[in-house]
């Protein structure tokens, strides 16, 4: 089961439980934290009120970053192959090409 992302959880705490393959979200919001020196430290929402953001857009990144969460964890429980966040494909799905 993924842990909800909330806004009071540090950037590096949602990169660090969900892979970099959420910071894709944050990228759509012109939010480029993965590489930020304050990502350890700095809270989701903090961050956001940093680059501008309102309240409702802080809670609408959160609404959103959990649906990509939920459709991660379920491409890592099929295998579907999005889940990696190097662009590899999952063991599973490499498994199924073969047969």
């Not at 993924?2 to 705490?13: A, P």
């Not at 970099?20 to 919001?29: C, G, L």
């Not at 430290?41 to 609408?60: I, P």
Request: negative net charge; hydrophobic residues 25%; aromatic residues 2%.
């Amino acid at each position: 089961m993924t842990k909800e992302i909330t806004k009071d959880m540090t950037i590096g705490e949602i990169l660090q439980e969900h892979g970099t393959a959420i910071a894709e979200v944050m990228f759509d919001k012109g939010m480029h934290c993965v590489g930020c020196c304050g990502a350890s430290f700095e809270s989701l929402e903090q961050g956001c009120k940093a680059h501008g953001m309102d309240d409702e857009q802080v809670d609408k990144l959160v609404e959103d970053l959990n649906k990509k969460a939920k459709e991660l964890a379920k491409g890592k429980k099929e295998g579907c192959g999005c889940c990696c966040s190097h662009g590899e494909k999952c063991e599973t799905e490499e498994s199924k090409e073969k047969d």
